[in-house]
């Protein structure tokens, strides 16, 4: 898998693969884990639990999406490429899905950072999702926290 990712990246004048949708929702949470530059164990338990129920996958492959996503962030300046991959291949219910998954992940913590709440308005934004996904998946998130 990680093979795939960086194959993505290979030089302007390559033909560039499709990155995998799941390692781009998994690029997605790590970037909400990170927006309060602090990596939680508790939001990272999160994400596993997610990247297990929404994707089946197993720990080694959990790593794997775990260490691409935090490379890929490093490396990115922009939400677009991931968003847009999204855009590619989840209809507009996996979208809000990712959306609540998102929110899971920043109330992990115990705490919203506005950092947070930023950058899932912005991911929400490039989904092309209404404003009324963006509170209600917020609140279905603490619903389900709570």
């Known amino acids: 898998m990680i ?9 302007p004048g390559e033909t560039q693969k499709p990155l995998d949708s799941n390692v781009a929702a998994g690029v997605l949470m790590v970037e909400i884990m990170l927006a309060d530059d602090h990596w939680s164990e508790v939001e990272e338990t999160q994400v596993r639990t997610l990247l297990e129920r929404s994707f089946a996958l197993d720990t080694a492959a959990q790593d794997e999406v775990l260490d691409a996503a935090q490379q ?19 209809d507009t219910d996996e979208k809000f899905n990712l959306l609540v998954a998102l929110w899971k992940v920043a109330f992990a ?16 934004e490039l989904l092309y999702l209404h404003h009324s996904h963006f509170i209600q998946a917020k609140h279905t998130a603490l619903k389900a926290q709570g």
């Open 3 to 11: 093979n795939r990712i960086m194959e993505w990246f290979q030089s």
């Open 72 to 90: 890929l962030v490093k490396e990115s300046n922009d939400l677009y490429r991931f968003t847009s991959r999204i855009n590619d291949v989840y």
């Open 109 to 124: 913590d115990g705490e919203i950072d506005r950092y947070e709440e930023h950058m899932i308005r912005r991911i929400s």
